[in-house]
């Protein structure tokens, strides 16, 4: 049974690092064709990928957020952690983490998501 | 990047009725071994999105076979055969040909 939790801080101020840390139960990091992903919702509004990483230290990032993202992994802690920086209000929203199969270079699919994590920037 | 425009952005449905929602990338979704990898999920209200169908037309494990996917290049349809009250919620496709990227979404409710 595949399980996945998000946790990290509910607030954040501006300009501030966010840590998000994702663990997981069922699967091994280091198994061929598996990866955990990062997603976010702002309130409202549609799903945005965010950053993966793969069972073979490929790390893959939005295009628009590259510069902000840090995506690592910690397979014996089944853990996967991504740091976002210079956090604004506009990345006000609920942060998913997933497990993700692979085929080969970007094709695959999300088939295991977490309850996800609210993340509220503010003052 | 490749953009996913989905259409209508909301819908409301008679249950029993069927229901249909479009999914168009601003480029071809095939790749060169002849597959396109084009998913559709569910959000449910207050719920993490769930795995619907991939690869354009095949039904995760567990969904109901109300829902189908089909299309291919640039436009593809979800359809749902006769709509229940549990299908409320967001419907989103995503592309994962050239890194990943999900459509706006379309919210669906029961009339």
């Known amino acids: 049974q595949i399980t996945l939790k998000e946790s990290g801080p509910t607030l954040v101020k501006p300009t501030q690092t966010l840590t998000l840390t994702c663990t997981f139960s069922?699967?091994?990091?280091?198994?061929?064709?598996?990866?955990v992903g990062w997603i976010r919702q702002p309130p409202g509004q549609a799903l945005e990928w965010l950053a993966v990483?793969?069972?073979?230290?490929?790390?893959r990032y939005s295009p628009l957020l590259h510069s902000r993202l840090t995506i690592t992994k910690d397979a014996s802690r089944n853990q996967v952690v991504l740091t976002m920086t210079n956090m604004d209000p506009v990345d006000t929203a609920t942060y998913y983490c997933?497990?993700?199969?692979?085929?080969?270079?970007?094709?695959?699919?999300?088939?295991?998501w977490g309850q996800g994590t609210p993340v509220t920037v503010s003052s | 990047d490749i953009v996913m425009t989905q259409n209508p952005l909301f819908l409301s449905v008679t249950p029993g009725q069927p229901a249909s929602i479009s999914c168009k990338s601003s480029q071809s979704l095939l790749h060169a071994n002849g597959k396109t990898y084009l998913d559709w999920y569910l959000q449910r209200p207050g719920q993490p999105p769930q795995l619907l169908i991939y690869?354009?037309?095949n039904r995760f494990s567990g969904v109901s076979d109300r829902f189908s996917g089909s299309g291919s290049g640039t436009d593809f349809t979800l359809r749902i055969s006769r709509v229940e009250a549990e299908d409320v919620g967001a419907y989103y496709c995503m592309q994962s040909r050239q890194a990943l990227t999900f459509g706006g979404g379309t919210k669906v409710d029961i009339k």
């Open positions: 990483t793969y069972w073979n230290g490929d790390n």
């Open positions: 997933a497990h993700r199969l692979v085929y080969f270079d970007w094709a695959g699919l999300f088939d295991y």
């Open positions: 069922g699967f091994s990091l280091t198994t061929s064709g598996v990866g």
């Open positions: 690869e354009v037309s």
